[in-house]
């Protein structure tokens, strides 16, 4: 048997793009290592802070998020994600840069999502700020444009200490403020037959989601898990 080379580091497929923030980033969040149940390299992309890329539709970053998600497949990363899904704007663009697959945003869940589904019901969405969410975002991302979107905007903690990129969050509050969110969302469109998380650090709070409205909730952690799987098949024994 020869072993090859070629990459700088190896047991790592998925390169994770970060946004520049210094907010908790707790167990669940795709930031924290812990989350993932395999390896991921991550590369911080500077200056692109939470408030720059998701109220500001990211303006002037995409050389940085190219420059950054190269660096990452130099390095040995076999595909690309993001950890907003706001960066649904830089899918085509990152794709067309880097030679490898890419997953820009939860966001692109929706369309399989719905295929899913029984008839007469869809996906919906619950984001982290729906005044920013634009028609562009959704197309980029290949998303309905009718699809019901619900928010933590306005919530007491969750998008507060996030898009401000606050040191301190109670978390309890912004668990309160996901769920809250995810049940006005229900009860204002009785087709939900499902909900696609945009936000990534809402990822810790998914299974409170799931418990409260009681339909199955996707995540940028369930994204991510589907894409690394191809990545790197899991191998069986005797094949």
């Known amino acids: 048997m020869k072993a090859k080379g070629g ?3 190896y047991g790592a497929s998925v390169g994770v793009l970060m946004l520049e923030a210094r907010f908790p980033r707790i167990p669940g ?4 290592a812990l989350t993932w149940p395999f390896p991921v390299l991550y590369k911080v992309v500077r200056d692109a802070s939470p408030d720059r890329v998701v109220r500001n539709r990211a303006e002037g970053l995409l050389p940085a998020f190219i420059s950054a998600a190269q660096e990452l497949v130099a390095d040995g990363a076999e595909g690309i994600t993001t950890n907003c899904g706001f960066l649904s704007l830089y899918q085509e663009n990152l794709a067309a840069a880097v030679g490898v697959p890419v997953a820009a945003s939860s966001l692109m869940q929706v369309a399989m999502v719905n295929a899913t589904l029984p008839p007469g019901k869809r996906a919906g969405i619950l984001t982290i700020s729906a005044s920013s969410l634009s028609p562009e975002h959704l197309e980029k991302a290949g998303v309905p444009a009718d699809t019901p979107i619900g928010t ?12 401000d990129d606050l040191p301190e969050m109670d978390v309890t509050a912004a668990r309160a403020d996901n769920v809250e969110a995810a049940e006005r969302l229900m009860a204002e469109h009785a087709d939900i037959g499902a909900l ?3 936000c990534t650090n809402m990822i810790p709070y998914a299974a409170a989601i799931r ?17 690394q799987t191809a990545l790197a098949p ?3 024994p005797d094949v």
């Open 152 to 163: 933590t905007e306005g919530g007491r903690e969750f998008t507060r200490v996030i898009l």
């Open 7 to 9: 990459k700088a580091i």
């Open 196 to 198: 696609v998380l945009e």
């Open 234 to 236: 899991p191998r069986y």
């Open 211 to 227: 418990r409260a409205v009681g339909v199955p909730v996707y995540s940028m952690a369930t994204f991510v898990t589907w894409f």
């Open 29 to 32: 969040d795709m930031g924290n």
